[in-house]
């Protein structure tokens, strides 16, 4: 399965999406996948009603968590973030990080940082990711310290 291309990839999450619908058809979600014969842009995030807990210090580093498990991050999994984020803004940087030996949860071991160019796209991003679904599972997203991104600090 690891030479699968970036749209065999996005059609696995597309279904994991589905199925994870599926089995909880009370929660109101949007399909990712248009209805035939529309042509719209895809993308493998769900929206959902957004959270009203703290999600940290405001700054230009958001943090995603629980978009994929330990050992499952792809070649696409980068670019396709990117992507996504670009809707909020300019993206200066995307960053795949993962934490070994099981040091913390798993729905935490994978964390993707994205630095954007302004505060304001760093904003929006959030408030939209963040409790989106994405392969079936619901992302957690919150800001993160932009002098520690830059160091490459990027551990809990």
């Not at 209805?35 to 405001?58: D, L, Y």
């Not at 040091?103 to 993707?112: C, D, G, L, S």
């Amino acid at each position: 399965m690891n030479d699968a291309s970036g749209e065999d990839a996005f059609l696995r999450r597309a279904r994991l999406s589905q199925q994870q619908r599926s089995m909880n058809a009370t929660a109101p979600q949007q399909s990712i996948l248009p209805a035939q014969g529309q042509h719209q842009q895809r993308s493998p995030f769900i929206t959902t009603p957004a959270q009203a807990s703290s999600k940290g210090t405001p700054s230009t580093v958001i943090l995603l968590t629980n978009m994929v498990g330990p050992g499952e991050v792809d070649d696409t999994l980068q670019e396709e973030t990117a992507t996504e984020c670009e809707k909020y803004g300019s993206v200066v940087r995307c960053l795949i990080f993962e934490v070994q030996n099981g040091k913390v949860p798993p729905e935490e071991a994978v964390r993707i940082f994205v630095k954007f160019s302004t505060m304001a796209s760093a904003e929006r991003a959030l408030k939209d990711l963040d409790g989106r679904f994405f392969g079936g599972r619901q992302v957690c997203g919150r800001f993160f310290d932009e002098r520690r991104f830059e160091l490459l600090q990027l551990a809990p």
